[in-house]
């Protein structure tokens, strides 16, 4: 554990729930823009490092209070700049604090008092506004020419003494210090400003090919169309089936927000509201818009209004085929319409997630396996994955490093290899001798998929569960909490993150959040129902562990270690002893020993598994 003084900025949105409500996709777009072209740039510039994004704000740490308080002043200075020509409904507006204090560095991330003064001296800033706690302003007095004003001593939550605030007037004297920040191009974003011009010729190149196609009537390859290899797809406006065009707004609304909330889904590559809506109100082809706009996959719909009633219906397309591969209708009553669209929403978003999932298997398991890209082995080690069995997690490993050698920078195959090597220590599901260089591989690949999308939803999930492993639930669980944030349509991270709670003891709490993952994803994979079965054991709801495990198509190896105990608990001992036994005989080396290095800190729950696992005859000792 590191320790340090550091000079510590916490900036967020004024607002944002409201600025999210109102226009969620122009807010997230805007606040993308200004971390890009403004506040990367100044922090740089400024020698200070972007610790951590938390969607409506950020953390970023100096070695210099001075430094510190130039990038907030550049910072405001421009983002004010930016505002001129926003609408003022429109615009973006932040608050700053800044501490200098002691540290806690702990990999990438800093914790500690010093932290927590910055975050609430930034709650108690002005829009607009700047905080300095007394320790920044010793720092700055003499060395900046600002007009800074005592506020006094003010109390702040979780913090035992009062602080004093300073608030730096934003007048003339501080516009004097801004400086015009321009970031030199690296080696690192000259191969990347490359690698978007290949990227732009591929799509140009396809754009070419499908002019060609429009004239000869041979079927597209759309498999080349994104350059990124994900699957491509396009949401068109919604039609309004009521005659009324006043409802316009509902049925665009819920085309934008499936846009937004699919955006969230890192293995698409979603086209743009603009791009799409430019066929509203047209009578196009769905080969017609696959063409124009590169894209595999479209998805079409309606929104009708019948008396208290909402009607909702959307179809996915396979743009290569015509064919449908999935359509639904969603009847709801008008009673909250913005609760409604919200869960319909969700609902279409997460089920498109699903069967578009689906769709590239089916796909991929017809393509040469000598002739696969990087999206495709990692799609490949994604399925090798879901198998749950150690033969399959290391062939998922295997295909998640090819896919790494193929593309250094492609973040999902780094996730996919960090779950490798979190089951390979969990499971022992690796052929790496030691688990603990497993879990060392699994925290290395996960922190690589951050640093390469900082907004990967599912890099943040797979370094939770990681975390989980390694003990520090308290950790885990705000990880888990981020990664939820970031993309809150994911019934996957949602279901993923009960164990911090199961191992904490807060079991009726993971069986509430397993069953939530579940009506968000009434078509989830089995291991859903795994996951409720195991917590449903821990809130000593038996029976119901039991029907939600019967549930499963099959009972796959490690299963069995969840099923026996509860068949135990319901009195059905010889039963559970047979599966008991028919686990040990294929993990031979498991043992008590194994099992109290699960990461519980409930003493009751570790205790209780571990006394049915003896009464089902696991030895104390293996060897």
């Known amino acids: 554990m590191e320790r340090r003084l550091t000079a510590i900025v916490a900036a967020d949105v004024v607002g944002y729930s409201r600025l999210i409500r109102e226009d969620e996709t122009g807010t997230l777009e805007s606040i993308k823009a200004h971390r890009e072209d403004l506040i990367e740039p100044i922090v740089s510039a400024r020698k200070g490092r972007i610790v951590k994004l938390m969607g409506d704000g950020l953390l970023i740490e100096f070695a210099s209070a001075v430094e510190a308080v130039q990038c907030a002043i550049e910072f405001q200075h421009f983002i004010g700049l930016k505002n001129k020509d926003v609408l003022e409904k429109n615009q973006i507006h932040y608050r700053i604090g800044i501490n200098v204090g002691d540290i806690v560095v702990e990999d990438d991330d800093i914790y500690g008092d010093g932290v927590n003064v910055a975050s609430r001296l930034e709650g108690l800033a002005v829009p607009d506004g700047i905080f300095l706690t007394t320790s920044v302003f010793d720092q700055v007095k003499d060395k900046l020419d600002l007009n800074i004003e005592d506020l006094g001593l003010r109390e702040v939550k979780n913090i035992a003494e009062p602080i004093r605030v300073f608030s730096l007037l934003l007048d003339d004297k501080a516009t004097a210090l801004v400086t015009t920040i321009t970031r030199p191009v690296e080696p690192a974003r000259r191969s990347l400003l490359v690698a978007v011009v290949v990227a732009a010729a591929v799509v140009i ?48 609304s819920f085309s934008e927000n499936i846009i937004t909330a699919l955006s969230r889904f890192v293995d698409f590559f979603v086209i743009s509201r603009n791009s799409t809506f430019t066929y509203k109100d047209q009578p196009v082809k769905v080969q017609q818009v696959a063409e ?87 799609k490949r080690a994604q399925e090798q994955a879901f198998t749950f069995t150690k033969e399959g997690n290391i062939i998922a490993m295997e295909l998640s490093e090819k896919a790494i050698e193929l593309d250094p920078n492609f973040a999902s195959a780094y996730i996919e290899l960090a779950w490798a090597h979190n089951f390979g220590y969990r499971w022992g599901w690796t052929e790496i001798t030691s688990r603990e260089e497993s879990l060392a591989l699994a925290f290395e690949m996960a922190r690589k998929a951050i640093k390469l999308e900082p907004f990967n939803f599912k890099a943040h999930q797979v370094l939770a569960s990681v975390t989980v492993q390694s003990g520090d639930l308290e950790k885990a669980a705000s990880l888990y909490e981020k990664a939820i944030s970031l993309n809150p349509n994911s019934a996957q991270v949602l279901a993923d993150s009960i164990d911090p709670l199961i191992y904490s003891g807060k079991a009726a709490e993971a069986v509430d959040r397993m069953k939530a993952a579940i009506r968000l994803n009434p078509h989830h994979p089995d291991w859903y129902l795994w996951n409720l079965g195991w917590a449903q054991y821990f809130a000593e709801d038996y029976e119901g562990a039991l029907a939600s495990i019967e549930k499963m198509n099959g009972v796959p190896d490690r299963l069995r270690r969840t099923l026996a105990p509860i068949l135990l608990q319901l009195g059905r001992d010889d039963e559970a002893r047979i599966m008991m036994g028919e686990f040990l005989t294929d993990n031979p080396d498991y043992d008590i020993e194994e099992a109290k290095t699960a990461p519980f800190t409930d003493k009751e729950f570790h205790n209780r598994w571990l006394d049915d696992l003896r009464a089902l005859g696991v030895p104390e000792n293996a060897s």
């Open 292 to 378: 124009e706009l590169g894209v595999r996959y479209v998805v079409e719909g309606s929104v009708q209004i019948l008396g208290d009633k909402l009607r909702v219906t959307a179809q996915l397309i396979d743009a290569t085929n015509g064919k449908y591969l999935w359509a639904e209708n969603y009847d709801r009553s008008l009673e909250d319409i913005f609760a409604v669209q919200d869960e319909v929403t969700r609902t279409i978003a997460l089920t498109l997630n699903e069967n578009i999932d689906l769709a590239e298997y089916d796909r991929l398991e017809h393509q040469p396996t000598d002739n696969l890209n990087a999206y495709e082995l990692f």
């Open 205 to 252: 190149g396809g754009m070419v090919f499908w002019q060609t196609w429009n004239t000869s009537n041979q079927s597209p390859d759309l498999s080349t169309v994104s350059p990124t290899g994900k699957p491509s797809i396009a949401v068109l406006a919604f039609d309004n089936l009521n005659s009324d065009p006043e409802h316009d707004y509902l049925s665009d």
